[in-house]
């Protein structure tokens, strides 16, 4: 079964630069979620699509945006990047925003 | 918010051993997930369940959404099961929020 799709899988990238991180839910998939796990934590919510429109946002940034297109996928922009933001960057999607989100593999964020 | 708190955080088994993995919910919940974070970070889906029982395998789960608890059963643990368990709920608005999670080491 097709399941979700995220690139990079790794990410290396110096202070202050910009990063994009791209997720391709599950085919049908409308709705779309963006989760940041730091070293040791569990993963926080910090931003969610459905039908293209943002519908609900957690703890994300102002230095990050994100957004979802025609096709579903969605990509997280984050900008002036810090230490801090070195994660594994999760994204998951659903189905009419409810019942089961599935997760994609994640993207490894590495700031210098 | 919601809080959730996952027992015990640690928990070392000899292979073959079962053991339960307890999640408590502060408030009434739309959806409950476990899933199980393997050694290269990968979030498996493991159960949706936000009422009643489930069985999949040697793992089985059990909510109780009146006292806001839910149980996670392993039997018979193998070294592949090692990892962290997460928890995760939502309420409204469809995020999830997870527990702290349980680190299970399985020892041959």
């Known amino acids: 079964a097709a399941g979700v799709i995220q690139s990079p899988r790794h990410l290396i990238k110096e202070k202050r630069e910009t990063a994009t991180l791209k997720c391709y839910p599950i085919?049908?998939?409308?709705?779309v979620y963006w989760y940041q796990q730091g070293p040791g934590q569990d993963p926080q919510f910090l931003i969610s699509?459905?039908?293209?429109?943002?519908?609900d946002k957690g703890s994300i940034p102002d230095r990050f945006s994100a957004q979802q297109f025609s096709d579903y996928h969605s990509e997280l922009n984050m900008s002036s990047l810090e230490l801090g933001d070195s994660a594994l960057y999760f994204c998951?999607?659903?189905?009419?925003?409810?019942?089961?989100?599935?997760f994609g593999p994640g993207t490894r964020l590495t700031v210098t | 918010g919601i809080q959730v708190e996952q027992s015990p955080p640690d928990l070392i088994l000899q292979e073959g051993a079962n053991s339960t993995l307890r999640c408590n919910f502060s408030?009434?919940?739309?959806?409950l997930q476990w899933f199980h974070q393997n050694p290269w970070g990968q979030l498996i889906n493991l159960f949706y369940?936000?009422?009643g029982t489930k069985q999949n395998g040697r793992l089985s789960a059990t909510t109780v959404a009146t006292e806001r608890y839910s149980l996670l059963y392993i039997s018979s643990s193998q070294t592949t099961d090692s990892g962290v368990y997460f928890c995760?709920?939502?309420?409204?608005?469809?995020?999830?929020?997870f527990g702290e999670g349980t680190q299970l080491t399985v020892n041959p």
């Open positions: 998951a999607s659903s189905y009419l925003g409810a019942y089961e989100q599935y």
């Open positions: 995760a709920v939502e309420t409204s608005g469809s995020r999830l929020t």
């Open positions: 369940i936000p009422s």
């Open positions: 699509f459905y039908e293209k429109m943002q519908s």
């Open positions: 085919p049908r998939h409308d709705t």
């Open positions: 408030d009434s919940v739309n959806n």
